[in-house]
């Protein structure tokens, strides 16, 4: 059978590129109140990328407070496919938790740099973490299209989650367009990877 293909914009910025526009981005709180969450899930996205995995990172938050920070690690050290950043960030936590029986996951909000795929949806639905942000949504992207992930998921899961939001993050559009080169600079190789697997 003919391997598929799903092909994806070039990027136009290496990594390091996407790391000084980072660094040169002067953060606007009032303006954008996830400006500093959304810079932290880039960055992380970006350490993810560069390890070997698809470069998407996020952060965790309790009452707004920040409590965690980490990445896709899912392509690298080895193929671990289940550990996209929003899994690795609630595995965390739900082993930190694992002595809490009403751990009020209302109260923890979940950022990341691209929209969670269904696998990681499906975990935030019966997980229950209260909100999720991600930075960047591409509608255009192969993998995407008119309704969000979200939108598209089984009925039993929007019940699950009918109390949580999970929404685009109110950043800049600046930091959305890097998190979406960050994650094109990883994408090709990593879908080839797993394609080379069959
Ligand atoms: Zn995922």
Request: proline share 6%; charged share 30%; aromatic share 8%.
């Amino acid at each position: 059978m003919e391997k598929p293909k799903i092909t994806f914009d070039t990027p136009a910025f290496t990594y390091d590129e996407l790391e000084s526009q980072l660094d040169a981005y002067e953060k606007n709180p009032e303006g954008y109140k996830h400006d500093e969450p959304s810079i932290i899930s880039i960055r992380q996205g970006i350490r993810a990328g560069r390890a070997g995995s698809v470069a998407v990172g996020g952060c965790l938050l309790h009452h707004d407070k920040l409590i965690s920070e980490n990445m896709s690690k899912a392509n690298s050290p080895y193929h671990r496919l289940d550990l996209h950043a929003e899994m690795v960030l609630l595995n965390e936590l739900e082993d930190r938790l694992c002595d809490d029986k009403k751990p009020g996951m209302r109260n923890y909000t979940l950022f990341t740099s691209q929209e969670p795929c269904p696998m990681c949806l499906a975990r935030i639905c019966f997980s229950q973490v209260g909100k999720t942000y991600y930075v960047y949504r591409d509608a255009h992207s192969p993998e995407a299209g008119e309704l969000t992930n979200y939108e598209r998921m089984p009925e039993g899961f929007k019940i699950l989650g009918s109390r949580l939001v999970v929404e685009e993050a109110d950043c800049s559009p600046v930091l959305k367009e890097i998190a979406r080169q960050v994650w094109l600079n990883s994408i090709d190789h990593a879908v080839d990877e797993w394609l080379e697997r069959y």
